[in-house]
T-cell receptor, first 116, second 112 residues
Framework: DTEVTQTPKHLVMGMTNKKSLKCEQH?????MYWYKQKAKKPPELMFV???????INESVPSRFSPECPNSSLLNLHLHALQPEDSALYLC???????????????FGNGTRLTVT | QQQVKQSPQSLIVQKGGISIINCAYE??????FPWYQQFPGKGPALLIA?????SEKKEGRFTISFNKSAKQFSLHIMDSQPGDSATYFC???????????FGTGTRLKVLA
């Protein structure tokens, strides 16, 4: 079992819907990430939060809105998505950068999103 | 822009054989060199990682070899098993950042 929990596991939404993806970790990690992964491709970084503050936004369209309510939780709010946004959305966590460079990513098992 | 080139794209190995996957990078601004293993329907999981001041690290059947001058690092899987069939990603970390630069991935199939 992974130590990073993502819900839901599967999500089907229409282009006019609003939905949210949730991620939770209890490893005391202070960096949390959202990645998007298309089939047979590597994960692509979307956002990074460090100490609950947005640290990196990889020029992600505004229809994706991240939120980090506390050090254990990370949300990704979705609105007006396009069919091409269908993918596996992965959450990850790691030690903060201040704790040294050698902190691996711990991934959840993702949310499989289908936009119809 | 930092780039990581991973090869081969796919690999078929007989049970008990050695699987070798390579990653090459174009600059030296990386401070951590992990390999991740991903099974279908799962998130990537850390397999093994190495620091840039170490040339080799072994954990069980898995070994990372690091050649700093050649800007290459490789994953060796000894005595490959069907359960090792998965996709493998190198993902060196850009120094001082939260950016891990993922390679394109290698799909490994180990035949029973």
């Amino acid at each position: 079992d992974t130590e990073v929990t993502q819900t839901p596991k599967h999500l089907v939404m229409g282009m006019t819907n609003k939905k949210s993806l949730k991620c939770e970790q209890h490893m005391g990690h202070r960096a949390m990430y959202w990645y998007k992964q298309k089939a047979k491709k590597p994960p692509e970084l979307m956002f990074v939060y460090s100490y609950e503050k947005l640290s990196i936004n990889e020029s992600v369209p505004s229809r994706f809105s991240p939120e980090c309510p506390n050090s254990s939780l990370l949300n990704l709010h979705l609105h007006a998505l396009q069919p091409e946004d269908s993918a596996l959305y992965l959450c990850a966590s790691s030690q903060a950068r201040s704790r040294g460079p050698r902190s691996p990513l711990h991934f959840g098992n993702g949310t499989r999103l289908t936009v119809t | 822009q930092q780039q990581v080139k991973q090869s081969p794209q796919s690999l078929i190995v007989q049970k008990g054989g050695i699987s070798i996957i390579n990653c090459a990078y174009e600059n030296t601004a990386f401070d951590y060199f992990p390999w991740y293993q991903q099974f279908p329907g799962k998130g990537p999981a850390l397999l093994i990682a190495i620091r840039p001041d170490v040339s080799e690290k072994k954990e069980g059947r898995f070994t990372i070899s690091f050649n700093k001058s050649a800007k290459q690092f490789s994953l060796h899987i000894m005595d490959s098993q069907p359960g090792d069939s998965a996709t493998y990603f190198c993902a060196p970390r850009s120094s001082g950042t939260y950016k891990y630069i993922f390679g394109t991935g290698t799909r490994l199939k180990v035949l029973a």
